[in-house]
């Protein structure tokens, strides 16, 4: 029990200690978590832990990962996916291994050696680049959908690399089984090992086949049960009952479980209790895939790499060069376009996880000698943690590069109105609605040409450019302009943005989208005096119907609504006079002082205006 204490504290500890540090630094959690790996290494070493049993256990966190990604795409997304799926995921699949075959075949290794290398090193790291892209919110962008249509094809890709292993076993190459890092594959429960061919994908169809029926005919019942007793723990007991349960059939018929928990998470994807799912899930894959990156970071046999630094740097910034190379040529007869280009050849350019799990199983089955074998995971590890860097290059670099590239190529405006409308996304799209259904006409200008596009299909006449520029702002006729409406993204563009149009065009009404209440104060400042908070009005509707919902009359509601927004209206004002924009709200003290006060007063305020209702309610009862 001491031991199991000590190691838990040992990896939390690490965990917590360096990833806040990598995050303060820009570097990325993923990062963080690698090198905390590699700074417990020596006291694991200590230790005598098993890292490599430690990361099977943890590769658990990327069979979570896979559930919560199929959770978010609907069937029929998917179908949208299945050009790239296979076109650019198989694509690249067999382009890096046959380049890679040749490389190690013209460096004098025999054909199964160099193939087996192939399959090993064509992966990428499913775990790495997924986590990167949701915490940089690229998921959606052309680039993270290519990417995770690569990266869905790879981890498909893994099971018949798995049955073709063994046909690449050359006997005694190695002294048995047990030589080398790798681990049995073929021990434990399997419901496929001793069937025919046949028989064996009868097995593995019937697998899949129960896993969409229970995903989609008795999940519901089943979590309408376990609501009953409205035991929280029971529901998380649940979820992770479906995905462990989903993980163990598939690995008794010989799939990958992050396979079929994906397809459970496609299936439940439509499903009411889809959000539960998620936030009960989440925690334990954040842990998990935390514990797993540790590990590669740990398992780094330093040795190794100590005395074949340059042998094993170069051939990971080779594979690093070799995989970018291939998807940036692929990108182009797919189309990806851009900083998505980019983003796609340097973020799929490691090898994976499932990397490891392929050298395991072939040296298991006598493929690699021991030597290549090691040398192999400790590229693959190499890459992987070379990998958070790739992203920071393209974030840093890349990405500025294209968006100053995009700027000098905005539309030729022709209209001159006395609107213009800066954006056109959630907010811009309504007003422009708006505006034009009484008979207004106004210059629209975005900066996403994807966005204008899918207008452009509508017969919604729009211009690409970026607002904040002012050469864009005199083409579009600010000069004229009576209003101008920001409905942008980004909070320091939209401040950048008032700023200038308020002290270069005092004339122009300037009316403005808020993030929140500090970027209210901050156009205040800055001189604009009609600003819209972008989720306000929605909550105060949300505020009234909760008033509704408990009771209260809806004419009672709405002025209950009403003298709320009265107040925090008045209140925003008071609380201008002392914000500074200077200093974080919770460390001005007159600001605090301010809220403080005005929330004594809001709450006297409204319980009298709660009491006048209620005394109302009460004499229309005696009446």
Not at 90 to 114: D, H, K, N, R, S
Not at 475 to 500: C, M, N, P, S
Request: proline share 3%.
């Amino acid at each position: 029990m001491t031991d199991f204490l000590m190691l838990a504290f040992t990896f939390l500890l690490a965990g917590v200690v360096a990833v806040p540090l990598a995050a303060r630094f820009g570097l990325g959690s993923v990062l963080g978590y690698l090198l905390a790996g590699i700074a417990i290494s020596p006291l694991l070493g200590l230790l005598h832990v098993d890292v490599v049993s430690i990361q099977h256990f943890a590769e658990f966190g990327v069979v979570m990962m896979l559930f919560l990604v199929g959770l978010e795409l609907e069937p029929r997304r998917l179908w949208r996916l299945r050009d790239r799926l296979l076109g650019l995921g198989g694509l690249q699949v067999v382009l890096t291994t046959a380049a890679v075959t040749a490389i190690v075949m013209a460096f004098g290794q025999p054909w199964t050696i160099a193939l087996a290398a192939g399959l090993v090193l064509s992966l990428s790291s499913t775990a790495i680049v997924l986590q990167t892209l949701n915490e940089r919110g690229l998921m959606r962008s052309e680039g993270g959908q290519s990417s995770f249509s690569v990266l869905l094809f790879q981890d498909i890709a893994v099971i018949p690399m798995l049955a073709l292993m063994p046909l690449l076993a050359v006997p005694g190459l190695v002294p048995g089984p047990d030589s080398g890092s790798g681990v049995d594959h073929e021990s434990g429960l399997s419901l496929v090992n001793h069937l025919s061919g046949w028989q064996a994908a009868l097995v593995t169809i019937a697998a899949v086949g129960a896993v969409i029926l229970i995903g989609r005919w008795l999940t519901r019942p089943l979590f309408r049960f376990i609501a009953r007793p409205r035991l929280r723990e029971l529901f998380i007991a649940a979820a992770l009952v479906i995905v462990v349960g989903i993980a163990l059939l598939m690995s008794l018929v010989g799939l990958s479980p992050a396979l079929g928990t994906f397809i459970a998470g496609v299936v439940l994807a439509n499903s009411e209790y889809r959000h539960e799912l998620e936030s009960d899930i989440d925690p334990f894959r954040g842990l998990l895939l935390g514990l797993f990156f540790m590990t590669v970071g740990a398992g780094i046999d330093f040795a190794l790499v100590s005395d074949q630094f340059a042998i094993l740097i170069g051939s990971a910034l080779g594979l690093i060069a070799l995989k970018a190379a291939i998807l940036l040529a692929l990108s182009f007869v797919f189309k990806v376009t851009g900083s998505d280009r980019w983003l796609m050849a340097l973020g799929l350019a490691q090898a994976g996880e499932f990397g490891f799990v392929l050298l395991s199983f072939a040296s298991s089955n006598q493929i690699f000698p021991g030597a290549i074998g090691d040398q192999l995971a400790a590229i693959v590890a190499i890459s992987m943690l070379l990998t958070p860097l790739l992203f920071i290059v393209h974030d840093r670099l890349i990405a500025p590069r294209f968006s100053k590239v995009q700027a000098r190529e905005q539309d030729h405006i022709e209209e001159d109105n006395d609107i213009i409308i800066a954006g056109r996304g959630r907010m811009g799209g309504i007003i422009d609605r708006m505006l034009s259904a009484a008979g207004y006409k106004a210059t629209v200008v975005d900066y996403s040409s994807k966005q204008l596009d899918v207008l452009r299909s509508f017969g919604i006449k729009a211009y690409f450019g970026d607002a904040t520029r002012p050469d864009l702002l005199t083409a579009a006729g600010i000069e004229r302009a009576k209003l101008l409406i920001v409905a942008i993204d980004g909070r320091a563009q939209i401040t950048q943005l008032v700023r200038y149009v308020v002290q270069t065009y005092p004339g122009v009404h300037v009316m403005a989208r808020a993030l929140d209440r500090d970027h209210v104060f901050d156009l205040y400042n800055a001189g604009c005096r009609d600003i819209i908070r972008e989720t306000y009005d929605s909550s105060i509707r949300m505020g009234r119907s909760a008033y509704e919902a408990l009771g209260i009359g809806p004419d009672h509601a709405r002025s209950m609504a009403r003298a709320f927004d009265e107040m925090d209206r008045r209140a925003m004002l008071h609380m201008a006079e002392v914000y500074d924009p200077d200093t974080p709200s919770h460390e001005n003290g007159a600001y605090v002082a301010r809220v403080q006060e005005i929330m004594g007063a809001w709450e006297g305020e409204l319980r009298v205006h709660m009491d006048s209702i209620r005394a109302d309610r009460a004499d229309k009862r005696h009446r």
